[in-house]
C-alpha cells in the first residue's frame, strides 16, 4: 500500500525541511515542500497529494486562508493547518471547517494523530459525498415524486417529479414545513389534510395516502395524487425524518371512472345499464325483504313505432331521439329513482318506496304525457309514444328478476290494446300467457 503523500507549504525553509524529516520518519511521503501559496497551488495541481500542511502565517501574495481556501475548494484535498499562535487565540471557528491545526513547534506524535484524524475525516466525508450523489441520483431518476423531512416536518430534499408536481423548486422548498409545499385537499369532504409527517414521526407507522386527496400546486393547478408517507429510521431504529412518495394518479382515476361508466352505464344515453339497474333492483328487493311495508315497482317500456322511424329518418335521427326520450324519462322521475337503457328502444324503471299503486300509475301517465309532446329532430317532427307495463313488489316474488319479467309480460300486454298504454300485471295475467 502506498504511502500518504504529504505536501509541506512553508515559507521558513529550515522549519519545512524538519517537517519533511518527521514525516518520512513517520512513513508519509513528501515528494515537495514549497514555500509560498502560488507555488503550493501549483504543485498539488502537478502532484495530486494526499493531505497539505500549510502554515496559516503564510508570505507573499496570497496568505494561508487563502492558499487553503482553493486547495480544499479546487482540488478537494485536505488541509491540515500550521501554526505558532497560541490556542486560546486562534479563530476555532474558521479552523473546525477544515481538519484541524497543530501548533508549532510540533510534536511527532501530535503531527502523526493530526495527519491521521484529517486523512480519515476527509475519507468519511469524501464517502459521505459520494452515498450522497448516489442518493441524489436514485431520487432524480425515480418515476414517482418525493420529498424528505427531518423530524421536525420540515423539507430537507425534493425530486425533480416532486417538483414539477407541487411548483415549488428545491431551493425554494428547502426547509419549508411539508404543508406548506403540499397543499392537499380531500375532494370528497372538504377537509385539508396537514401535519402527515408528523403524524408518521410522531407514531412510526407508514401512513398510505388515500385517493380522495388533491394536491392543489404552487400554481393552483390541481391533481389527484396516490402514494405513502413513512418513517425514515437510522441504524439504531430512531425515527430522523420522514419521505413521502407520491404520484399523478389524475389519468389513472379518468380511466377507472370511464370503466366504471362503460361497464354500468349506456354509452348513448349516459343512462344506467342493464347491469346497473339488476344491481339496484337487488338492493331494493332485499331491503323491502327486511322492512315491512317497503313498497316498489318496476316498469318496462317499449317505445311504439320506434322501427319505422329508424327506417324513415335514418339511424343519427333514431340515436338523437333516444337521447331525448332519457332526459324525458328521467324528468318525470325523483331523483332517488332509476331509469335505464336496456338496449334498442327498450327502458326499465324502478320507483321506490310507494305507498300505493297509484304511485306507480302516476309515473306512467306522466310519462304518457311528456312522451306525447313532438319532437323537432335534424329538421324533422316527430312524434312517440310508449307501452309500458307495471309490477308492483309483492311477498310471493322470489327473486327480483321476476319483478322485471312480470313487467315485460304486461308491457306485451299494453301492446296489444294499441299504443300509449300501460297495463298493470297481475297473476291472472300470468294465467292467461301461460294458457
Known sequence: MLSPKILVVENEKKIALELKKRLQNLGYSVPEITLSGEEAIKKVEETNPSLV???????????????????????????????????EKINTNRLIEPFGYITKPVAERDLHIAIEMALYQHKAKRKLQEEKQKFVAILKSMGCAVIITDTYGCIYMINPIAEALTAWKQDEAVNKNLTEVLSLVDKDTGVIIKDLATQVIQTGVVLNLPETLTLVAKDDTE????????????????????????????????????LVRNAFYDALTA?????????????VFDRGKRRNNYGYAVLFLDLDGFKRINDSF??????????????????????????????GDEFAILIEDIKDVSDATNVANRIQETLRLPLYLNEHLISIAASIGIAL?????????????????AMYHAKEQGKAHYVMFNSQQLLEINE
Not at 496568505?63 to 497560541?86: E, H, R, S
Not at 343512462?271 to 338492493?283: A, I
Request: proline content about 4%; aromatic content about 6%; hydrophobic content about 40%.
Open 314 to 343: 335514418g339511424h343519427s335521427v333514431g340515436d338523437n331521439l333516444l337521447m331525448e326520450i332519457a332526459r324525458r324519462l328521467e324528468s318525470c322521475l325523483r331523483s332517488g329513482d332509476t331509469v335505464a337503457r336496456f338496449g
Open 223 to 258: 391533481i389527484q395524487i396516490g402514494g405513502s408517507i413513512a418513517p425514515i429510521r437510522d441504524d439504531d431504529g430512531n425515527i430522523i425524518g420522514a419521505v413521502l412518495v407520491f404520484e399523478d394518479i389524475t389519468q389513472r382515476k379518468r380511466t377507472e371512472a370511464q
Open 271 to 283: 343512462l344506467p345499464n342493464r347491469v346497473l339497474f339488476f344491481e339496484r333492483l337487488r338492493q
Open 393 to 409: 313488489s309483492c311477498s310471493s316474488y322470489e327473486q327480483p328478476e321476476n319483478l322485471l319479467r312480470d313487467a315485460d309480460i
Open 53 to 87: 500542511l500549510v502554515n496559516i502565517c503564510l508570505k507573499g501574495k496570497i496568505n494561508g486562508w487563502q492558499v487553503a481556501d482553493i486547495i480544499m475548494n479546487n482540488f478537494k484535498v485536505p488541509v491540515l493547518y500550521l501554526t505558532d499562535c497560541p490556542e
